[in-house]
């Protein structure tokens, strides 16, 4: 009750506040439904101006999913502002709350908004799904395959009370498949009661989940009448059903295969003339039978041998139900008991997920006459001496060997060496090894043979050491004065190309010619004075000077 | 003893009445006109024991009996590649061009040089002289002895060996920049795009030189010399694969 009252009075609130001056009142009987239970839906307009009739209603109303909606008619009244408009729907399968979005109607004189409309279908309402009339799908389930003739029906079975006695405007949105029906509002089978049976043909022409919706209306025919039954009404229904299609699968899949998805079996070839001459055409007919997408099979081909020229056939696509035929003409080249060229023929069963290969049994064929002058087929080079090897073939397939090459050349793929990585990176390094190496010997090579380089460097090394002991020194006189002397003698050696132990002051005043000789005197006597015992220290004018000295050296070097 | 050699005999003579091997089954079936049967055994056949020369050349044969010249196209060039005096292949080649209408660039004089010996065959010829060249020059040096006469010698043939596969190696490579087009009615491409202007249709089967690749196209440069782009969907590279790919996922027809 108390959604009974929230409805109705959201229901007075939208048509209040719709329009200043229109007014629209929806009502849907019953209010609340079981899954799929008819229900009937009548809106009604009062305006302003005169209304007439509603233009385009189907395409303006969106039913949510599962609902199945159809506009049952109009009550016009000449210049009249109001307007009622009837519904004929189904409720969906689930339960729950659903609401058909705000949308136009479309007057001559005026376009006026109805606002949404909300039905609930609950499980708790009475409904004996066996009295109504009802639509039922049937579709084969399973996955299926591009191309793929798929036959289906929509059953339309009358109930307990009420009767199935016409339908129409048979419509489907399925943008993945083409759609054709076979046969129209024919009688239910007796098992299936009353009613009608709608047979269509689906082709999924997109592989992926495609989604086909098919939409109708049956004419119902109800014993008693009432105001909550509809009788001698229509009914919409709607089916919407996800198919999952994909491409016929490529293992296994035989060379020949041309589209043929079904089961079929293969006639024995028939021969239009069992006597024929040399040269006379006869028809050679082949009769596929069986369930499957036949009309969309391309003919297989024969191709021409010594003994039949193959016509192009010119009746492919001659068939009848369940069956199709392939006509060729052959004309015979020789003489005697002959048999047609065998076709065969690939098929694949959706079933089992399996191909097939058939064939058309040949026909056996007594050809009478004289066989014409043989001919050569095989093109020579006209320029070829009589009788030498040289009569190669200008044209025509060589007998295939297959085996030739096979004991050193088997392959998996065909990639150059050139594509081989290792190929390349193996000779890379190599390459890149004997360049080091090469290098390497000839630095060497090179330091060998000079020798002064690497002195001047050990030189140099010792005397940035020193500098950095001597600065650390400053303080201690005695080790300031051997780090200092042995540092400039280190460096002066390698400037004059003398042992180091063998420097004394004059060989640094060589290299250093600026150097004071006092200065010199009173390091050496502080460094090595302690061993004939009259041992000195150095100045702080001195220290100063002997760095300057130091770094003078490690310049030079 | 003196059964000996009538013992050998025995031996020469089994070997010599031997029976040649049996066809297989695909010769069976390509000799019955069953071609279709004759792929699947020989496309089996290739899958389990790998693909030859031969074996390419046939399954190129049966293809082009099917109908289906890129796939045909691509068996021969391929078994050409790996076999360049390949009689099968260059018949049904030459059988594609004057009875098929089948395009094919000719060839350059770096490609015929090229085509005396297989690919491989010319870079690894290279690779050995460049060797055999680099060590004649290095052991000397590294033995501290001058050339002897047989060094000299084998520096001269290295180098020469080496001079003589630069074209045999630079024809090669022309050859590997080759593809078949696989696709039938389509068209080279003025630019390398979806809506590309069509400038040329071109044929299912031709062969062409392939350029660079961009946006999913690649420039390819037909037999009469025209340029343009097509997808690389629609043309298989003569190198790089084995038995034809299966581009032609068949559609409904």
Redesign the interface.
């Known amino acids: 009750m108390l959604r009974l009252s929230s409805l109705l009075i959201g229901c007075l609130l939208l048509a209040l506040t719709a329009h200043g001056d229109d007014r629209v009142n929806w009502e849907i009987t019953p209010r609340i439904t079981a899954p799929g239970q008819p229900f009937r839906l009548q809106i009604q307009v009062d305006s302003d101006v005169p209304l007439g009739g509603a233009q385009n209603v189907g395409r303006d109303i969106r039913p949510p999913r599962g609902m199945a909606l159809r506009l049952s008619g109009q009550i016009l009244r000449p210049d009249s502002t109001e307007a009622t408009l009837n519904f004929s729907g189904v409720a969906p399968e689930q339960e729950g709350e659903y609401v058909i979005p705000s949308f136009n109607l479309r007057f001559p004189r005026k376009m006026i908004s109805v606002p949404e409309i909300k039905l609930i279908v609950s499980k708790t309402v009475a409904f004996i799904r066996t009295n109504q009339a009802r639509a039922e799908l049937s579709i084969p389930d399973r996955t299926f395959y591009?191309?793929e003739l798929i036959r289906g029906s929509i059953n339309m079975r009358g109930g307990e009370q009420e009767s199935v006695v016409a339908s129409f405007g048979l419509e489907s949105v399925a943008e993945g498949f083409t759609f054709g029906v076979t046969s129209d509002r024919q009688p239910l089978p007796a098992e299936m009661g009353q009613g009608l049976q709608t047979s269509f043909e689906l082709?999924p022409?997109r592989e992926g989940l495609n989604e086909v919706t098919i939409n109708g209306i049956m004419l119902i025919q109800s014993g008693s009448t009432s105001v909550f039954n509809n009788a001698g009404r229509d009914r919409p229904f709607t089916f919407r059903r996800r198919i999952a299609v994909e491409?016929?699968p490529?293992k296994g899949?035989?060379?020949?295969?041309?589209?043929a998805i079904g089961k079929f079996t293969a006639e024995p070839q028939q021969a239009s003339n069992e006597k024929p001459e040399v040269g006379e055409p006869i028809r050679l007919r082949a009769v596929l039978t069986g369930s499957g997408?036949l009309d969309?099979?391309?003919p297989p081909?024969i191709?021409s041998?010594e003994v039949w020229d193959v016509l192009p056939a010119t009746e492919r696509r001659r068939h009848a139900e369940e069956q199709r035929f392939f006509v060729y003409t052959l004309v015979p080249r020789l003489p005697g008991k002959q048999k047609t060229?065998?076709i065969?023929f690939?098929s694949f069963d959706p079933e089992t997920k399996q191909f097939s290969r058939l064939v058309f049994a040949s026909a056996e064929v007594t050809v009478t006459g004289n066989a014409p002058a043989k001919v050569d087929l095989v093109t020579r080079d006209p320029a070829a001496p009589i009788g030498s090897d040289a009569g190669l073939?200008?044209?025509?397939?060589?007998?295939?060997?297959?085996?030739?090459?096979?004991l050193f050349?088997?392959?998996?793929?065909?990639?150059?060496?050139?594509?081989s990585k290792l190929?390349w990176s193996s000779?890379g390094l190599?390459l890149l090894l004997?360049v080091a190496a090469?290098g390497v010997i000839l630095i060497a090579s090179y330091l060998a043979s000079h020798p002064q380089i690497m002195i001047h460097w050990r030189a140099k090394r010792g005397l940035q050491r020193a500098i950095r002991q001597v600065t650390r020194a400053r303080g201690n006189s005695p080790a300031f004065a051997k780090i200092a002397t042995g540092g400039l003698k280190l460096g002066c050696a390698a400037i004059l190309g003398a042992e180091t132990e063998a420097m004394t002051q004059s060989d640094i005043l060589r290299v250093l010619p600026e150097a004071k000789r006092e200065t010199l005197d009173a390091l050496f006597n502080a460094a090595d004075g302690n061993k004939f015992g009259f041992g000195t220290t150095i100045r702080t004018a001195n220290q100063e000077e002997t760095l300057i000295l130091l770094h003078l050296v490690r310049d030079l070097l | 003893m003196k059964a000996f050699p009538l013992y050998i005999l025995m031996i020469v003579a089994t070997l010599g009445a031997a029976e040649p091997?049996a066809p297989?089954a695909?010769?069976k079936a390509?000799a019955?006109?069953?071609?279709?049967?004759a792929?699947?055994s020989?496309q089996e056949?290739a899958r389990h024991?790998?693909?030859?020369?031969?074996?390419l050349?046939?399954?190129g044969?049966?293809?082009?009996?099917?109908?289906?010249k890129g796939r045909a196209m691509v068996c021969w060039e391929?078994s050409l590649?790996?076999?360049p005096h390949?009689?099968?292949a260059l018949?049904?080649i030459?059988?594609g061009q004057?009875?098929g209408g089948v395009e094919r660039p000719g060839a350059t004089w770096t490609e015929t040089y090229a085509s005396v010996a297989g690919?491989?065959l010319w870079?690894?010829v290279a690779?050995l002289s460049f060797?055999a060249a680099?060590g004649a020059v290095?052991l000397p040096r590294i033995r501290r002895q001058p050339a002897g006469e047989w060094n000299q010698r084998l520096r001269v043939t290295a180098l020469t060996l080496l001079a003589l596969c630069i074209p045999g190696l630079w024809g090669?490579?022309s050859l590997?920049h080759r593809a078949v087009i696989r696709k039938t009615e389509i068209s080279l491409r003025l630019t390398p795009t979806q809506l590309g202007e069509a400038t040329q249709a071109v044929n299912e089967g031709d062969v062409v030189r392939t350029g660079r690749p961009f946006n999913g196209h690649i420039r390819v440069t037909t037999s009469d010399g025209k340029t343009g782009w097509l997808r690389a969907g629609e043309i298989e590279p003569v190198?790089?694969?084995?038995l034809p790919a299966?581009l032609d996922?068949?559609?409904?027809?």
């Open positions: 591009v191309g082709t022409i491409h016929v490529k899949r035989p060379a020949d295969w041309s589209g997408n969309r099979i391309v081909e191709m041998s060229p065998e065969r690939s073939k200008l044209s025509g397939l060589a007998k295939p060997d297959p085996a030739s090459g096979s050349s088997r392959h998996s793929m065909i990639e150059p060496l050139a594509a190929f000779n190599a004997i090469t | 091997d297989s695909g010769e390509y019955k006109g069953d071609f279709a049967g792929v699947e020989w056949e024991h790998g693909i030859n020369p031969g074996l050349a046939a399954l044969n049966a293809e082009w009996k099917l109908g289906r391929r590649l790996l076999d390949n009689a099968v018949a049904g030459r059988h004057n009875a690919a491989d870079l690894l690779t060797w680099l290095l090669a490579r590997a190198w790089g694969g084995g299966d996922q068949k559609a409904a027809p």
